[in-house]
């Protein structure tokens, strides 16, 4: 659509019109506006999957992989393909924007939000956030690139003002979203957060350098409830104010413009992006790009059990993997994740899968026929009971399994009923004059022993097991954060014992007073096992295997959206399970089920440890695959991992008097470490094969005009068999007149080959690795002299050196 057309639709609009446009029609709808033959647009919650509209678990989404994961792929390839699954997903679900990709960093290995992002580099968080922006833009879809800007933690996230300097705010935290608008994102989220004193959706980094100095036309659309107030706003370079209706702008805004406060023409600016935005997506009536052919289930399990294996990161191998399935013989599987993973993180990014392939089912399926496969539990990993589901549960009043759904009036009339599947609604039928949601459910318990069960919300509440109240109360809403409101609100517990095989009908009821959010949630489960005689079981079965392979886990409320973490241990007793296990059986393998770091005390112990991260729906095909050697684990580590959190040495994520303090500048991640002179437990682009790789030589080619250059790297695969190898550039500049870190990650390349073969690596660096940011210029400068340039596998492990010499260009302003 041209500029001129954008003018002609905007002509049709009154005032009134425009502002009605700039803010959502519902929680994730815009406005239609027929005087511009505008259509509505739905925007749905990623990047791990597109959930849709409505948080309905019947919907179901494919679920991918986690964001750390597809930072791990250092395959932009791959990813412009899993961006290509989400636009279809899309197209399925009606969504016309996905709320992804996540562009903040690993600053943090507490971060709550750890596993929503790529990686704790600039560059390599650049570099895939841009390859998942072309692969869902290529289908007519928008994507959102979030949450702009410095939004790395989560404690006090809607009020939170966080400190950076201009030259780390540059060269770090601005420096991914520069990329996607070089990529040509469409939609840029502001944050909750503050920057330097001004809350992210009035802040003048909306205008400079995203909407100036970068070019960006599209649409800046704020977090869900992010917006303060009305003038600043308005003012600040902010377009779309979400969820709606409501909100801060309507007629507030209209009273502003009338008022002289906000010039028209700063509300014509605003609604010409969105009138673009909706050309660009085919609201506008006209078409969209074409869409690819919608994928097959086949093509897309197929696709995510790629992924999987090819995400994964192997840290370490004493030869034990890949297992032979022919030599097997017995496999003892451990671990309560084996047969309950976590397949994604916590936080409004959830989707519901339609099925998830546990680890147990991969491993027994790739061994089927060749070995024996046996499984031991182990202590629980888990705190608290999860949602009541279709284990063990039925509809009261159908007899499907799950539960049974209803919405009540005042008198306690039955205003809608239906099944469900899971004790966690998040937004269950409310038509008029609902008053009450109530879940029940008749469980059957496979255990006796004192059960725990809970009902999450807020306001008035009650839970009953057989009529006999466990929970019966008001509880006020603590919070104004939406991700517990309406997402993951607490829950109130209560206990009973019950008999094994004795059917209970459970009963929980919210009422739905005004300001309690939309979820409710009734939960349950059996006693725990005693962890004692858990870990006993384990290693017994453990020593009468032949391998053993142990899966540990963080729990579902230690990695969420809206709460950072307090420690990187592993919860309940799994580390003492692990140590077990290895004392049991030399042949020990631990697969980690983590979106960020954990400490592994028992790591130099395990014969081989796998960081499998959340590896959505296709989990156990895909780990199956790469311990059985069907698949290399391809994955590098994105981000620097410590062995304990007191040796890591940026943690913070606690603001003081409301403010965090961005203390270190631009060392953060690898480079936080090499200017501390700590080793960390595993660096950043760390990750192991099936084979073995010799460094040979490197050269420098360049640099071009434009200011990039090309590095050749050879190595050599000098082990038994074909592999991949990711091929890593850093510089340095020991003799540097201005501040810098010890060395940067500056890019990277793969290469594929067979035992024996030797292949050259062509890195291309381009100009921004060179350049640094010139506060007193207000530009990017090249320091001219000569700068190492560094080769190798990983952040700590740099074989090939070689030199590039530079000629100071003229500053380069914005």
Not at 546 to 571: C, H, M
Not at 613 to 627: H, K, N, R, S, T
Not at 649 to 663: H, I, K, Q, S
Request: aromatic letters at 4%.
């Amino acid at each position: 659509m041209t500029e001129e057309e954008l003018d002609r639709l905007l002509g049709k609009l009154s005032l009134g019109e425009k502002v009605r446009m700039l803010t959502g029609a519902t929680t994730c709808r815009t406005h239609a506006e027929p005087a511009a033959g505008l259509a509505p647009m739905v925007l749905s919650d990623g990047p791990a999957g597109v959930r849709g509209e409505a948080w309905d678990e019947r919907d179901t989404s494919a679920l991918l992989p986690c964001a750390s994961a597809l930072g791990a792929l250092w395959d932009e390839g791959l990813v412009e393909r899993l961006g290509g699954l989400l636009a279809a997903e899309a197209r399925r679900k009606g969504v016309d924007v996905v709320l992804a990709p996540t562009l903040n960093l690993h600053r943090s290995p507490l971060g709550g939000r750890h596993f929503e992002c790529f990686s704790e580099d600039p560059e390599l968080t650049g570099r895939t956030g841009a390859a998942l922006i072309r692969g869902i833009q290529a289908h007519g879809i928008a994507a959102t690139a979030k949450h702009y800007v410095a939004n790395e933690a989560e404690t006090e996230r809607l009020t939170v003002d966080v400190r950076v300097g201009e030259r780390a705010l540059r060269e770090v935290y601005l420096a991914p979203f520069a990329a996607a608008v070089a990529a040509g994102v469409r939609l840029v989220m502001a944050g909750y957060n503050g920057v330097n004193g001004a809350t992210m959706t009035e802040n003048a980094l909306l205008t400079e350098p995203l909407k100036g100095e970068w070019g960006f036309d599209g649409v800046v659309v704020s977090d869900w409830g992010a917006v303060r107030g009305t003038t600043a706003s308005a003012l600040s370079g902010l377009d779309l104010v979400m969820p709606g209706p409501g909100g801060a702008w309507g007629d507030a805004l209209v009273t502003a413009v009338d008022a002289g406060l906000v010039p028209v023409e700063t509300v014509d600016d605003k609604v010409r992006r969105l009138l673009r935005l909706a050309g660009r997506v085919g609201a506008l009536g006209g078409p969209a790009a074409p869409p690819a052919s919608p994928p097959g289930p086949g093509d897309v399990r197929r696709l995510l059990r790629r992924t999987v294996a090819a995400s994964a990161v192997l840290l370490r191998n004493d030869g034990v993997l890949p297992l032979d399935p022919g030599t097997a013989g017995t496999v003892a599987v451990i671990g309560a994740p084996a047969t309950r993973p976590r397949t994604q993180g916590g936080g409004s990014a959830g989707v519901f899968p339609q099925g998830v392939t546990t680890p147990l089912d991969g491993i027994r399926e790739a061994l089927a026929g060749r070995a024996r496969v046996v499984h031991a539990p182990g202590p629980a990993v888990e705190r608290l009971p999860p949602p009541l589901g279709t284990d063990g549960c039925r509809d009261p009043r159908g007899g499907l399994p799950g539960v049974l759904v209803r919405t009540l009036d005042a008198r306690g009339r039955e205003l809608y009923a239906g099944q469900g599947l899971s004790g966690r609604q998040l937004e269950p039928p409310t038509p008029p004059g609902a008053r009450t949601v109530e879940i029940s459910a008749v469980l059957t318990p496979d255990a006796g022993g004192a059960w725990t069960f809970g009902v999450g919300g807020f306001g008035r509440m009650s839970l009953t097991v057989d009529d006999r109240v466990l929970v019966d109360g008001v509880f006020p809403r603590a919070t104004d954060d939406p991700a517990a409101v309406h997402v993951s609100p607490p829950c109130q517990y209560g206990g009973l014992r019950l008999e094994a095989g004795r059917a209970v009908r459970v009963v929980a009821r919210r009422e739905l007073a005004p300001g309690t959010g939309r979820a409710t949630l009734l939960a349950g489960g059996p006693p725990a096992p005693d962890p004692a005689a858990a870990i006993r079981e384990a290693a017994d079965a453990a020593r009468a295997a032949d391998t053993a392979v142990v899966f540990v886990a963080t729990a579902r409320d230690g990695e969420s959206e809206g709460q950072d973490r307090t420690g990187l241990g592993l919860p309940g007793a799994q580390d003492a399970l692990v140590r077990a296990v290895t004392r049991a059986n030399a042949r020990t393998v631990v697969v980690v089920n983590a979106g960020g770091p954990v400490e592994m005390p028992w790591r130099d112990a395990a014969a081989a440890v796998l960081l499998a991260w959340f590896p959505g729906q296709e989990a156990g095909a895909g780990i199956a695959d790469v311990l059985c050697g069907a698949a290399e684990p391809g994955g590098r580590l994105p981000t620097t991992w410590g062995a304990a959190l007191d040796d890591v040495p940026v943690t913070g994520t606690r603001p003081e008097g409301g403010a965090l303090d961005y203390a270190e500048g631009l060392h953060i991640g690898h480079r936080a470490w090499l200017r501390a002179g700590r080793r960390p437990a595993y660096w950043f682009g760390h990750g192991l094969g099936w084979t073995t790789w010799a460094y040979e030589a490197a050269a420098v080619d360049g640099p071009a005009p434009d200011g990039s250059f090309t590095v050749r790297a050879r190595v050599r695969n000098t082990g038994p068999r074909r592999g991949r190898e990711v091929v890593q550039v850093y510089l340095a500049k020991p003799d540097s007149a201005v501040e810098r870190p010890h060395r940067w990650f500056a890019g990277y390349a793969a290469v594929d080959t067979g035992p024996g073969e030797a292949a050259t690596a062509h890195i291309t660096v381009a100009a921004r690795a060179l350049r640094h940011w010139s506060v007193a210029d207000g530009g990017w400068r090249v320091e001219p002299g000569a700068y190492q340039v560094l080769v190798g596998p990983s952040a700590g492990e740099l074989p090939l050196s070689a030199t590039l010499d530079t000629a100071e260009p003229p500053v380069a302003r914005p």
